[in-house]
């Protein structure tokens, strides 16, 4: 296991109620830089909130949250310059609907690191070509296909220069035809070495793309392994009984 | 037309029904009416004695005059109640109790009180205390905007909270803070979808504008009521006035269609996912879903 100082995310001793609902119990999870750890559990297991977490889009009960080192700030400029270097992948993409797929992108960088408009948008441009949607630049979100919205919202994620990036289930909202080319993209900026923490159902994905698989099940990390021991010889009877009844 | 998915089609019997009640009800309206329009001849309603001062080109100028007023006044409360609309909707959104607890209060206050009686109270008590005479024209501009601005602040929060949570986390996420995410991304969105609502407003925002001859604000139906007392034909200065308001608001009406038209043309290309989106083309199906029945029958 990674030391501390190596780690970019670190969740200590991490616990989180909603309303009577123990949803996150003592959660204790490290991300090493460079490392792509996929989250994996059965429904309701507390894998996004946990995500949601680490950006502070959930806030915690007790327990502690470090990101890069510092401790997660919990509100203003500190908190906002978190999150700017935090990207994150959301299910339902979450494209800003008003604004052209190019401004989504540039939208960051144009008012959080006051880049000029051209420097903004030639970036812009640039990461949609490496996500493969270049020629739906002017297009608006509702106009593109949710596999091309994903991709869409990695390139706006990627616009920042995160630190790392958060996936939360990012292909479990697409039609299944899609879900390979939003993985694609994924699976490339894990080869350029992206930090990532990926909560997703593809366990194929995991298998080739993830450093580190971690199962959460009822609100806990049951198991953590190399995705090569944990899909051949899991060591807890509830990961041996998601995985029979995930990979039929 | 948007009934047809509401009810069932209706079968023999109450197809049946519907035509007797229809039948029935249109003459029993003929008969009413006939029987007022024989009373108001009867005293000389529609003598072209009381309807040819309405021709005059002085009355017209005179009444045109009102309009005018009533138009201008309008538009200046128009856009001091978007204004004030917006700050209050976005200081009632805000985190902060001490900024949103007022907001509440004045909302609340402001679409409580009967525009009339506002228009009163700024009359009488904004000379006693600040020792400034209002005009009839800002008193009237006054009134409208305090009682407009605070329900065009519950439309455009309205607007707001219906946009999903997902547009805020996602500013958010990329480092937006509170105020660059409402401005940015949240209000732009909402004033879209609520740009119908505001014009609905604005209809009402005109209609009260009448109520300004109280404070003596020379509006349309002020000057109507002078040339009325004048030519002493009330009546039908009233029902000319009256179409103007009507000519006028429906034509407000007719443009909130069209944006709304549009605004659905545009949400479906890039707003799918709202249901803001799908009326149109449920509108159209069902349209053409009526036409083919009337078609059939």
Known sequence: ?248 | MTTANLFDQPGPKAARRITLFTIGAVVLIAIVVAYAVMELAARGQFDAARWSPLTNPKLILFLLQGLLNTLGAAAVSLVLALVMGIGLAIGRLSDVRFVRGPCVVIVELARAAPVLLSMLFLFLAFPLAFHIDLSAFWTVVLALTLYNGAAIAEIVRAGVLTLPSGQQEAAYAIGLRWWPTMRLVLLPQALRVMLPGLIGQLIVLIKDSALGFIVGYQELAAQAQSAALLFNNPLQTYVVVGLVFVLLNSALSWVSTYVSGRQVGADSRDQAITTVGLEPEAAAALRALDVERRMGR
């Not at chain 1, 030391?3 to 991490?14: C, G, N, Q, R, W």
């Open chain 1, 1 to 248: 296991m990674m030391s501390m100082s190596d780690s970019i995310i670190v969740l200590e001793k991490v616990n989180k109620w909603f309303g009577p609902a123990h949803v996150l119990r003592d959660i204790d999870l490290s991300v090493g830089f460079g490392e792509v750890v996929v989250v994996a559990g059965p429904s309701g297991s507390g894998k996004s909130t946990m995500c949601r977490t680490i950006n502070r889009l959930e806030t915690i009960n007790s327990g502690a949250i470090r990101v890069n080192g510092q401790p997660l700030p919990e509100e203003g400029k500190e908190l906002a310059n978190l999150r700017s270097e935090v990207g994150m992948v959301f299910q339902q993409f979450n494209l800003f609907s008003h604004l052209s797929i190019l401004d989504n992108v540039a939208l960051g960088p144009l008012k959080v690191r006051k880049q000029s408009k051209a420097e903004a948008g030639e970036r812009a441009r640039w990461l949609l070509d490496r996500v493969g949607i270049g020629d739906q630049a002017q297009k608006y979100p509702a106009q593109l296909s949710g596999g091309q919205q994903q991709r869409a919202a990695i390139a706006r994620a990627l616009a920042m220069d995160p630190k790392v990036i958060l996936f939360d289930e990012p292909t479990s909202a697409l039609d299944p035809e899609m879900i390979n080319e939003v993985l694609d993209v994924i699976g490339k900026l894990a080869e350029d070495g992206m930090t990532m923490l990926v909560v997703t159902h593809e366990m194929g994905f995991a298998r080739q793309v993830a450093d580190r698989v971690v199962f959460m099940d009822a609100g806990q990390i049951v198991e953590q392994a190399p995705p090569e021991i944990f899909f051949t010889r899991p060591e807890t009877a509830r990961a041996r009984d998601f995985l029979a009844k995930i990979l039929k």
